[in-house]
């Protein structure tokens, strides 16, 4: 009898071409489907909420298989982790109905990105903040986020390749919070454009160094124009922090209807 099985997986995106496999370089994905095909004894392939991107990191990625084993899905995490490389943690597993879907029942996801603004950078912190020397006028930034809020167009906060049906997205909280030298960006909505965190992040930057007004956000809903946006900040100080499913996608995954 086949089941299927979420996981909760953490990693340090460093090391890796992103999440999903790929020919010309090692995906999280592949050393993923590589444990569980050695822990199950069978051919595993796992679907994943969020195809991160190279150097993106991930706190509560959610990825689903399918399995003939009789490994309990609440052991899954004891078993994987002994197979897995240590910037790889599954931190839960559960049975889910086989109509569940990771990406396509997703109702929402937060994203954080990390900003270290010193003069000199860090060495510890090197792959999980990106460093910015110059100081950051963050009251104009936490203003900016403001327009983001509801439901918009977001077609301007879409990078080239971006494949998505549709450009109107709900943006539900949007924070920006300092700790010293340590600028950290919340974003939750329920779903998101290709790097479109990364778009809101680098324009942040731009507007704390006062090249662009508070209101860049709201001229780039307003035009649609990319332009009006910064430059797409680097992937490392991105981290998937969590994915969320309404209950129903646990009980009745059918009866939700599926979103891209």
């Known amino acids: 009898m086949t089941r299927r099985v979420l996981l909760t997986v953490e990693y340090d ?6 999440w999903q496999r790929q020919l010309n370089g090692l995906a999280v994905q592949q050393v993923l489907e590589e444990a569980l095909t050695d822990a199950c004894g069978e051919t595993i392939r ?13 706190l509560g990625q959610r990825a689903h298989f399918d399995t003939a084993s009789a490994i309990p899905p609440e052991k899954y995490p ?22 569940f879907h990771a990406r396509f029942l997703s109702c929402g996801k937060m994203y954080t990105y990390r ?16 460093h910015v020397p110059m100081p950051l006028d963050d009251g104009p930034m936490r203003r900016a986020l403001d327009t983001l809020l509801g439901t918009h ?5 879409q990078a080239a390749g971006g494949t998505a049906k549709t450009t109107v997205r709900e943006i539900r909280a949007a924070h920006l919070e300092r700790e010293g030298e340590l600028l950290t960006l919340t974003v939750e909505g329920n779903a998101f454009l290709y790097n479109m965190v990364r778009i809101i992040a680098g324009t942040l930057i731009e507007i704390g160094h006062h090249k662009r ?6 001229r780039a ?26 209950e129903m996608a646990f009980v009745d995954p059918e009866a939700l209807r599926w979103h891209e």
């Open 213 to 218: 007004g508070e209101d860049a956000f709201l």
């Open 13 to 18: 995106g460093t090391a890796y071409s992103g």
């Open 115 to 130: 900003i270290l603004n010193n003069r000199h950078g860090s060495a510890l912190m090197r792959n999980r903040c990106v």
């Open 221 to 246: 809903l307003d035009t649609k124009d990319r332009l009006a946006l910064g430059v797409t900040a680097p992937p490392h100080g991105l981290e998937l922090t969590r994915v969320d499913y309404p």
């Open 78 to 99: 004891f078993v994987l982790n002994t197979r897995l490389p240590a910037d790889v943690r599954v931190h839960a597993g559960r049975e889910v109905p086989q109509g």
């Open 46 to 58: 796992v679907t994943g909420a969020s195809r991160t991107d190279a150097g993106v990191h991930a």
């Open 153 to 157: 167009d977001f077609a301007a906060f």
